[in-house]
Each structure stands twice: as C-alpha cells, then as structure tokens.
C-alpha cells in the first residue's frame, strides 16, 4: 500500500516547481502565489477526473495489480490503435515533466551553491545564466541510478527522498 501511494504522489509532483525559481520570475509577491494555487487546482482537477475516467471504463476487477491502467482505459475508449496511440501520449507527457525537471532542478542546487559556501561550485553561471556545473552534477547522479538501479527502484527511493525532505521542510 505505501509503495502504490510513491506512485500516486508522483501525480501531484510539479505544482510546487514555481518556487524553485522564484528569482527568475517577474513579480514573484504577486505571480508565485498565484502559480502555486493554480497549478494545484489544475492538477487536483486533472487527478480526479483521470481516476474518474479510469474507474468508469475499466471494471474494478480488471484494475487489480495491473501497473497499466491508462492503456487499459483508453483501449475500452479507443480500441487498441487508439490505446496504443493514447500511451504514446502518456509518455510523451511523461518526457515533458522531466525535462521540467531537468531544468528545474539544477536551480536548486545552483541556489544552494550561492548560500553555502561548501556548495559554492554549484553556483557557477554561464554567461547566459545557466547553472553548468549544478546541471553536470544532476546528470551525474542521474547516470548512476540509471546504471545502478531498476527503474522501480529509481522511482521508490526518489519518491521516499521527495517525502522525507517534504517532511522535513513541513516540520521546520
């Protein structure tokens, strides 16, 4: 049950992205706000009508331990081309949100760089702004789950990361 919940918390995963580049928006005291409780709405929204969707075109029965349930909805929707077709777009939608993080992330580590002098190294821009050396690292540490690790593994202690450290900051 806590290893399903991993999966489920990767849907709200995002609606927070606003804050890790606060510097970088125009206006922050009036748009972060509004970008955070939008994008919450959004995908709350989204969430639910998508479980909605899922729970009435597939019979509860068929649900039980199958890791594919969009495919599977959108086959009883679609037929098969149209499922096939459909999990495309899943990935494809999948391949946007970690190129968001992509861009994101390196952020973080470049901010941190910039207030803790033992990080220092992450905070070196290019010209253009970009953060090289914190993108370097991320792409190293990605590089070492993917050659070390299964994908489920990958996605369950990322998660478990995600959780603690939001824990941690929701404490403090």
Do not use: C
């Not at 959108?74 to 970690?98: D, H, P, R, W």
């Not at 090289?132 to 994908?151: E, G, K, M, P, W």
């Amino acid at each position: 049950f806590a290893v399903s919940l991993i999966y489920v918390s990767y849907a709200y995963t995002g609606w927070n992205a606003a804050v890790y580049i606060a510097g970088e928006i125009k206006h922050p005291e009036k748009n972060l706000p509004r970008s955070l409780f939008t994008g919450a709405a959004i995908v709350l929204l989204l969430y639910v009508l998508l479980n909605y969707v899922f729970l009435y075109t597939v019979p509860m029965a068929d649900l039980a331990g199958k890791v594919e349930i969009g495919f599977m909805s959108a086959i009883n929707i679609f037929g098969t081309t149209g499922g096939e077709m459909m999990s495309m777009l899943i990935a494809l939608l999948l391949v946007s949100t970690v190129s968001a993080m992509v861009f994101v992330g390196p952020r973080i580590s470049m901010t941190m760089g910039e207030d803790m002098p033992v990080l220092r190294l992450f905070s070196k821009k290019s010209r253009n702004g970009i953060p090289i050396n914190a993108i370097l690292f991320q792409l190293i540490v990605t590089l070492l789950f993917i050659y070390t690790s299964s994908f489920e593994q990958v996605l369950i202690y990322a998660a478990f990361m995600l959780t603690f450290f939001t824990s941690l900051t929701v404490f403090g």
